[in-house]
T-cell receptor, first 111, second 113 residues
Framework: GEDVEQSLFLSVREGDSSVINCTYT??????LYWYKQEPGAGLQLLTY?????DMKQDQRLTVLLNKKDKHLSLRIADTQTGDSAIYFC???????????FGKGTMLLVSP | AAGVIQSPRHLIKEKRETATLKCYPI?????VYWYQQGPGQDPQFLIS???????DKGSIPDRFSAQQFSDYHSELNMSSLELGDSALYFC????????????FGEGSWLTVV
C-alpha cells in the first residue's frame, strides 16, 4: 500500500455524509477502485472510475477524481450503520494488471 | 449473478504442513488473481494468471505455487507452512482486456498453528 494512501479512520453520525479520501502516486494509473470490507468478510467492489473521468455517481456513492493532485474521494450520502466497514482505495493499469491497495479507512457510523 | 467461489472458506494447518486453496472465477472470466491479507493489513498481490499462463508475479514466497487449469479455475499450493502464513487469501477474477473490473471472492481463512 505504499503507493496509495488513505486516512485510517473516519467517524460519522447516521444520516450524515461521509467522505473518504485517497491519494496515489502513479500518474499512469488507469483505473481507480473503491472496495468495502466488512469484518471477517471479503472485498466487495463498490465502484470504480477510469482516469479519463472526473466524477462518477452511483446511487448514494459519488466518486471524485482530481488527476492533477492524484486525489480520489468517495462520498457516501445519507450514511447508514450498515455502511460501517473498512474502505479500500486501489489503483491499477489497463489490461491484466494487478491492484495496489491503500491501507484502508475504517468508517464507523454511530446512530 | 455468479461470483468468485473459493474453497475451503476456513482451514487450520500445523507448521510445516501443506495447504491447497481453490478458486473458481466468474464464468467467462479468463484472468485470476491471488491476494494475501494479513491481520489488519491491506491485501497484497501474490500472483495472477491469464488464459492459464502466469501473467504477473508479486510477493509470493518460493514455498507457494499456483496454476490455472483448462476450466479456468485456479489452485494456490502452500508448502512448509509458517505461522506468518496465517491470513485471509483472496482470489479475484476479471475478463482480461475488457475494462479490467476485478471481482473478489469471499476469501479463504488460513490459520497456521
Amino acid at each position: 500500500g505504499e503507493d496509495v494512501e488513505q486516512s485510517l479512520f473516519l467517524s460519522v453520525r447516521e444520516g450524515d455524509s461521509s467522505v473518504i479520501n485517497c491519494t496515489y502516486t502513479d500518474s499512469s494509473s488507469t483505473y481507480l477502485y473503491w472496495y468495502k470490507q466488512e469484518p471477517g468478510a471479503g472485498l466487495q467492489l463498490l465502484t470504480y472510475i477510469f482516469s479519463n473521468m472526473d466524477m462518477k455517481q452511483d446511487q448514494r456513492l459519488t466518486v471524485l477524481l482530481n488527476k492533477k493532485d492524484k486525489h480520489l474521494s468517495l462520498r457516501i450520502a445519507d450514511t447508514q450503520t450498515g455502511d460501517s466497514a473498512i474502505y479500500f482505495c486501489a489503483e491499477s493499469f489497463s489490461g491484466y494488471s494487478t491492484l495496489t491497495f491503500g491501507k484502508g479507512t475504517m468508517l464507523l457510523v454511530s446512530p | 449473478a455468479a461470483g468468485v467461489i473459493q474453497s475451503p472458506r476456513h482451514l487450520i494447518k500445523e507448521k510445516r504442513e501443506t495447504a491447497t486453496l481453490k478458486c473458481y472465477p466468474i464464468p467467462r472470466h479468463d484472468t485470476v488473481y491471488w491476494y494475501q491479507q494479513g491481520p489488519g493489513q491491506d491485501p497484497q498481490f501474490l500472483i495472477s494468471f491469464y488464459e492459464k499462463m502466469q501473467s504477473d508475479k508479486g510477493s509470493i514466497p518460493d514455498r507457494f505455487s499456483a496454476q490455472q487449469f483448462s476450466d479456468y479455475h485456479s489452485e494456490l499450493n502452500m508448502s512448509s507452512l509458517e505461522l506468518g502464513d496465517s491470513a485471509l487469501y483472496f482470489c479475484a477474477s476479471s475478463l482480461g482486456g475488457a475494462g479490467n473490473t476485478i471481482y473478489f471472492g469471499e476469501g479463504s481463512w488460513l490459520t497456521v498453528v
